[in-house]
């Protein structure tokens, strides 16, 4: 019943946590033999939000790269699920050789990798913002084993939160790192290898910002660019005319390319956006419609070699493209597609390493 559902308002990085649940429950309904995650689909259920249209308009950029069109929130939309299965290969091989290691979930958000990989015995924390934690508690209680750890993964005081490193520390990271300076992320490494050493960390990250946007529909037949085009345009507007006004203010401030819309309405925005090359309108993608509002300092990783550079006590054990092994025969072909061209250029990855 609506009333008893868990309503749900976040802005920026947080709500793209909803999407990245959805599509864990949405793989799990369509693709279970790939990925099956009961408590996605359980939690997809008691929240009340409107899945079918995304407040996140990074959401958009994916999805023209997956070349779909339609409602924004879909599974091909975001590899959250993906990301899952790799990093639920590694927990689950960390836990066979540590089988009462503590493991950290940094920005867990609503995943639910602990229900995918408890062997009985491990220690699980589920660390995010306090407003995070905050409807993750109304949504799933702290079941025997599990912490929830309501502060940033910045704040350095939340490593003496985890009391049991004696059996190993295995930490996964999804969908976050990105969002943060390189500055802050070097600092976040050298806080674990303070406080864990020897523990493991995986996570994902994009090689280069702009997601190889211009060479992505190189690929494709000048008509079916345009469909690209079209598509991206019908979701940005469903997003521009959802959005209140002080983000669209924000947007525009924040655009540095060489003209700016004339005014707030979809219309001034889509003459705007006429006017200009595929790569400007990917750069103010990434800056100015990214829902953090410093913008274009993000961070990428291509070769998780620089972060032992930064630091000598981290070392790398494995690092991968976001879809290696993953069978797909199953998936859509745009999905394949997209799964294919992405690891070719190794445009996003999962990185696992000693600490
Ligand atoms: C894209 S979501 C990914 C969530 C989860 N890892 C998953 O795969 O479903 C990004 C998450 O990062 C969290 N986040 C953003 N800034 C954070 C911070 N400073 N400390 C901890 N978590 C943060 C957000 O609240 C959100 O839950």
Same mark, same amino acid.
């Given at each position: 019943m609506q009333q008893d559902k868990v309503k749900v308002t976040l802005g920026g990085i947080s709500a793209s946590m909803l999407s990245c649940l959805w599509g864990r429950a949405q793989l799990s309904k369509d693709h279970s033999s790939l990925f099956y995650d009961a408590k996605a689909i359980e939690l997809v259920e008691k929240i009340d939000y409107?899945?079918?249209?995304?407040?996140?308009?990074?959401f958009v950029g994916i999805m023209l790269m997956f070349n779909l069109s339609g409602k924004?929130?879909?599974?091909?939309?975001?590899l959250g699920p993906i990301r899952a299965k790799q990093f639920d290969e590694k927990a689950k091989a960390y836990i066979a050789e540590h089988p009462r290691a503590s493991v950290i979930n940094i920005?867990?958000?609503?995943?639910?990798t602990f229900y995918r990989v408890d062997n009985g015995l491990i220690h699980w924390y589920d660390l995010d913002l306090p407003a995070v934690i905050d409807i993750r508690r109304q949504l799933l209680p702290e079941p025997d084993r599990v912490t929830y750890i309501a502060k940033s993964?910045?704040?350095?005081?939340?490593?003496?939160?985890?009391?049991?490193t004696e059996d190993g520390v295995f930490m996964i990271a999804g969908g976050?790192?990105?969002?943060?300076d390189k500055s802050e992320v070097e600092q976040f490494f050298s806080m674990l290898a303070d406080n864990f050493p020897d523990g493991e960390i995986v996570f994902d990250a994009m090689s280069?910002?702009?997601?190889?946007f211009r060479t992505w529909m190189d690929n494709f037949p000048p008509e079916q660019q345009d469909a690209m085009r079209a598509a991206w345009m019908e979701a940005m507007k469903e997003w521009w005319e959802k959005a209140p006004q002080d983000q669209k203010d924000k947007a525009i401030t924040a655009l540095k390319t060489p003209t700016k819309p004339k005014g707030t309405e979809w219309a001034d925005i889509e003459a705007w956006w006429n006017q200009h090359s595929d790569e400007e309108m990917a750069e103010a993608f990434m800056t100015a419609? &990214?829902?953090?509002?410093?913008?274009?300092?993000q961070w990428a990783l291509e070769d998780a070699n620089e972060i032992t550079k930064w630091d000598n006590r981290i070392t790398v054990i494995d690092q991968f493209p976001m &879809?290696?092994?993953?069978?797909?025969? &199953?998936? &859509?072909a745009d999905m394949r597609r997209f799964m294919d061209y992405s690891d070719e250029r190794g445009e996003w990855n999962i990185f696992h390493l000693r600490v």
């Open positions: 409107d899945f079918s249209a995304s407040d996140v308009p990074p924004v929130n879909r599974p091909e939309f975001c920005a867990a958000g609503l995943d639910t993964l910045l704040d350095p005081s939340w490593c003496k939160d985890i009391t049991h976050v790192l990105g969002w943060f280069r910002l702009d997601g190889g419609f &990214s829902p953090i509002p410093s913008g274009g300092d &879809s290696k092994n993953i069978p797909r025969e &199953s998936l &859509s």
